[in-house]
Protein backbone atom coordinates (compact mmCIF):
# COMPACT_ATOMS: atom_id res chain seq x y z
CA UNK A 1 0.00 0.00 0.00
CA UNK A 2 1.17 3.66 -0.68
CA UNK A 3 1.99 6.46 1.58
CA UNK A 4 0.16 9.79 0.85
CA UNK A 5 -0.05 13.33 2.46
CA UNK A 6 -3.40 15.07 2.91
CA UNK A 7 -3.75 18.65 3.51
CA UNK A 8 -6.80 20.34 4.27
CA UNK A 9 -6.43 24.36 4.48
CA UNK A 10 -8.69 27.19 5.49
CA UNK A 11 -11.25 27.29 1.97
CA UNK A 12 -14.43 26.01 2.42
CA UNK A 13 -15.16 22.59 1.73
CA UNK A 14 -13.28 20.72 4.39
CA UNK A 15 -16.10 17.79 3.80
CA UNK A 16 -13.77 16.92 0.40
CA UNK A 17 -10.64 16.69 2.71
CA UNK A 18 -12.23 13.97 5.59
CA UNK A 19 -14.07 11.67 2.76
CA UNK A 20 -10.79 10.98 1.18
CA UNK A 21 -8.73 10.38 4.39
CA UNK A 22 -11.68 7.53 4.67
CA UNK A 23 -11.58 6.01 1.50
CA UNK A 24 -7.67 5.86 1.48
CA UNK A 25 -7.16 4.73 4.98
CA UNK A 26 -10.73 2.45 4.13
CA UNK A 27 -8.22 1.52 1.35
CA UNK A 28 -5.61 0.26 3.33
CA UNK A 29 -3.17 3.48 2.38
CA UNK A 30 -1.12 4.97 5.03
CA UNK A 31 -2.68 8.30 5.29
CA UNK A 32 -0.30 11.82 6.66
CA UNK A 33 -3.01 14.34 7.76
CA UNK A 34 -2.32 18.08 7.85
CA UNK A 35 -4.93 20.42 9.08
CA UNK A 36 -3.60 24.32 8.62
CA UNK A 37 -4.97 26.86 11.58
CA UNK A 38 -7.51 28.30 9.05
CA UNK A 39 -8.10 24.63 8.29
CA UNK A 40 -9.28 23.61 11.65
CA UNK A 41 -11.41 26.73 12.32
CA UNK A 42 -13.46 25.96 8.53
CA UNK A 43 -13.96 22.43 10.12
CA UNK A 44 -15.57 23.61 13.15
CA UNK A 45 -17.86 25.82 11.69
CA UNK A 46 -18.62 23.30 8.66
CA UNK A 47 -18.55 19.83 10.54
CA UNK A 48 -18.89 20.33 14.09
CA UNK A 49 -15.53 19.41 15.21
CA UNK A 50 -12.27 21.27 16.02
CA UNK A 51 -9.14 19.84 14.87
CA UNK A 52 -8.75 16.95 12.98
CA UNK A 53 -10.16 14.40 15.01
CA UNK A 54 -13.35 12.96 16.51
CA UNK A 55 -12.46 9.57 15.49
CA UNK A 56 -15.93 8.45 14.47
CA UNK A 57 -15.24 10.67 11.23
CA UNK A 58 -13.09 7.84 9.91
CA UNK A 59 -15.19 4.23 11.31
CA UNK A 60 -13.58 1.34 12.34
CA UNK A 61 -10.33 0.95 14.82
CA UNK A 62 -7.97 -0.40 11.48
CA UNK A 63 -9.06 1.91 9.34
CA UNK A 64 -8.17 4.95 12.50
CA UNK A 65 -4.77 2.95 12.92
CA UNK A 66 -3.90 3.95 9.20
CA UNK A 67 -4.21 7.61 9.80
CA UNK A 68 -1.24 10.04 11.03
CA UNK A 69 -2.08 13.27 12.27
CA UNK A 70 0.71 16.11 12.17
CA UNK A 71 0.72 19.69 13.37
CA UNK A 72 0.89 21.88 10.46
CA UNK A 73 4.70 23.54 12.31
CA UNK A 74 6.41 20.84 12.46
CA UNK A 75 9.35 19.76 10.40
CA UNK A 76 10.68 16.57 12.05
CA UNK A 77 8.36 14.17 9.59
CA UNK A 78 9.83 11.86 7.54
CA UNK A 79 7.80 12.75 4.40
CA UNK A 80 9.35 16.99 3.94
CA UNK A 81 12.78 15.42 2.96
CA UNK A 82 12.93 14.46 -1.08
CA UNK A 83 14.97 11.10 0.33
CA UNK A 84 11.76 10.14 1.91
CA UNK A 85 8.93 11.46 -0.19
CA UNK A 86 5.25 10.00 0.20
CA UNK A 87 3.35 8.54 -2.96
CA UNK A 88 1.51 11.40 -3.59
CA UNK A 89 0.33 14.62 -2.20
CA UNK A 90 -3.33 16.16 -1.95
CA UNK A 91 -4.60 19.53 -0.78
CA UNK A 92 -8.21 19.46 -0.38
CA UNK A 93 -9.75 21.84 -0.10
CA UNK A 94 -6.74 24.09 -1.53
CA UNK A 95 -7.44 27.55 -0.47
CA UNK A 96 -6.05 30.36 -3.01
CA UNK A 97 -3.64 31.38 -0.48
CA UNK A 98 -2.43 27.97 0.05
CA UNK A 99 -2.24 27.75 -3.78
CA UNK A 100 -0.01 31.01 -3.91
CA UNK A 101 2.80 29.37 -1.84
CA UNK A 102 2.91 26.61 -3.92
CA UNK A 103 3.15 28.40 -7.18
CA UNK A 104 5.67 30.29 -6.15
CA UNK A 105 7.85 27.77 -3.84
CA UNK A 106 7.06 29.37 -0.43
CA UNK A 107 8.13 26.09 1.72
CA UNK A 108 7.17 28.01 5.20
CA UNK A 109 5.04 25.50 7.02
CA UNK A 110 5.06 21.55 6.70
CA UNK A 111 1.89 21.78 4.00
CA UNK A 112 3.83 24.13 2.03
CA UNK A 113 7.08 21.85 2.26
CA UNK A 114 5.38 18.68 1.04
CA UNK A 115 4.10 20.35 -1.44
CA UNK A 116 7.15 21.60 -3.01
CA UNK A 117 8.64 18.13 -1.95
CA UNK A 118 6.11 16.87 -4.16
CA UNK A 119 7.08 19.08 -7.07
CA UNK A 120 10.61 18.58 -6.64
CA UNK A 121 10.83 14.92 -6.64
CA UNK A 122 8.15 14.26 -9.44
CA UNK A 123 5.52 13.10 -7.24
CA UNK A 124 1.86 13.39 -7.68
CA UNK A 125 0.55 16.89 -6.05
CA UNK A 126 -3.28 17.18 -6.60
CA UNK A 127 -4.66 20.61 -5.42
CA UNK A 128 -8.40 20.69 -5.29
CA UNK A 129 -8.37 24.82 -5.56
CA UNK A 130 -12.45 25.75 -4.02
CA UNK A 131 -12.76 29.34 -4.41
CA UNK A 132 -15.38 31.27 -6.29
CA UNK A 133 -15.16 33.79 -8.54
CA UNK A 134 -11.74 33.46 -9.36
CA UNK A 135 -9.84 36.92 -10.47
CA UNK A 136 -6.59 36.69 -12.78
CA UNK A 137 -3.85 36.26 -10.24
CA UNK A 138 -5.60 32.59 -8.94
CA UNK A 139 -5.61 31.91 -12.71
CA UNK A 140 -1.86 32.82 -13.05
CA UNK A 141 -1.08 30.70 -9.46
CA UNK A 142 -3.01 27.83 -11.06
CA UNK A 143 -0.99 28.11 -14.39
CA UNK A 144 2.14 28.11 -12.47
CA UNK A 145 1.47 25.53 -10.26
CA UNK A 146 0.24 23.29 -13.43
CA UNK A 147 3.62 24.09 -15.27
CA UNK A 148 5.71 23.26 -12.23
CA UNK A 149 4.11 19.79 -12.39
CA UNK A 150 0.82 19.95 -9.72
CA UNK A 151 -2.62 18.61 -11.07
CA UNK A 152 -5.16 20.91 -10.21
CA UNK A 153 -8.68 19.85 -9.63
CA UNK A 154 -11.25 22.34 -8.97
CA UNK A 155 -14.04 21.32 -6.71
CA UNK A 156 -16.57 21.95 -9.55
CA UNK A 157 -19.14 19.22 -8.98
CA UNK A 158 -20.59 17.33 -12.14
CA UNK A 159 -24.50 16.93 -12.41
CA UNK A 160 -24.70 13.90 -15.09
CA UNK A 161 -24.53 11.44 -12.53
CA UNK A 162 -27.66 13.01 -10.94
CA UNK A 163 -26.83 13.28 -7.26
CA UNK A 164 -29.78 13.88 -4.64
CA UNK A 165 -27.68 14.81 -1.61
CA UNK A 166 -24.71 16.27 -0.68
CA UNK A 167 -22.77 13.29 0.00
CA UNK A 168 -23.18 12.41 -3.44
CA UNK A 169 -21.46 16.01 -4.69
CA UNK A 170 -19.05 15.16 -2.45
CA UNK A 171 -18.05 11.71 -3.61
CA UNK A 172 -18.10 13.11 -7.53
CA UNK A 173 -15.17 15.34 -6.44
CA UNK A 174 -13.37 13.10 -3.95
CA UNK A 175 -13.77 9.88 -6.72
CA UNK A 176 -12.46 12.21 -9.13
CA UNK A 177 -9.10 12.96 -7.11
CA UNK A 178 -8.78 9.34 -6.76
CA UNK A 179 -9.27 8.88 -10.41
CA UNK A 180 -6.35 11.12 -10.75
CA UNK A 181 -4.23 9.22 -7.71
CA UNK A 182 -4.78 5.94 -10.15
CA UNK A 183 -6.99 4.66 -7.24
CA UNK A 184 -10.24 2.63 -8.01
CA UNK A 185 -13.27 3.58 -6.20
CA UNK A 186 -17.59 3.46 -6.39
CA UNK A 187 -18.09 7.15 -5.04
CA UNK A 188 -19.67 7.75 -8.38
CA UNK A 189 -20.41 5.62 -11.66
CA UNK A 190 -18.97 7.43 -15.20
CA UNK A 191 -20.54 8.68 -17.90
CA UNK A 192 -22.54 6.43 -19.35
CA UNK A 193 -21.70 3.73 -16.91
CA UNK A 194 -24.32 1.41 -15.98
Known amino acids: MADFVIGITGASGSIYGV ?29 GVSGFYHTDHLGQAETRSRVKI ?26 VGMLAAVANGISGNMLERIADVALKE ?12 LNLIHLENMVKAARAGALILPAMPAFYHHPTTVDDIVNFIV ?3 LNLMGIKHELFKGWRQE
Not at 19 to 30: F, K, P, V
Open 19 to 47: RLIQELAGAGHTVHVVVTTAGKSVMKEEL
Open 122 to 133: GKKLILVVRETP
Open 175 to 177: GKV
Open 70 to 95: WENDRFDAPFISGSSAPDGVVLIPCS
